[in-house]
């Protein structure tokens, strides 16, 4: 198992910053790959941003992608936001995928963030 415990969130005006934590605990090394996704009321969950355990190879949804940064630092992961904008406003969710044939994606509770213009 893998738990995972963000924190970070919060209320900020449009430009401003937030950094996102994921702290993460137990069988990490069944992991092959952490991100973050996000979720707006009455929308789907996205995906935001995903970097993987061994080359450290990102991606970024396009909406964000110049704005924000994913990094991991041993068994923590980050969501660095910069220039924030009311349609960032979403609890964002960190997950977990391990190696195939490890188990299912694990998830963490989420946090709210929240840009006001």
């Known amino acids: 198992q893998v738990q995972l415990v963000e924190s970070g969130g919060g209320d900020v005006q449009a430009g401003g910053s937030l950094r996102l934590s994921c702290a993460a605990s137990g069988r990490i090394f069944t992991i092959n790959a952490m991100g973050w996704y996000r979720q707006a009321p009455g929308s789907q969950r996205e995906l935001v941003a995903t970097i993987t355990s061994g080359t450290g190879s990102t991606n970024y949804v396009d909406s964000v992608k110049g704005r924000f940064t994913i990094s991991r630092d041993k068994n923590t992961l980050y969501l660095q936001m910069n220039s924030l904008k009311p349609e960032d406003t979403a609890v964002y969710y960190c997950?977990?995928?391990?190696?195939?044939?490890?188990?299912?994606?694990?998830w963490g509770q989420g946090t709210q963030v929240t840009v006001s213009l």
């Open positions: 997950y977990a995928d391990p190696y195939v044939g490890l188990g299912s994606a694990y």
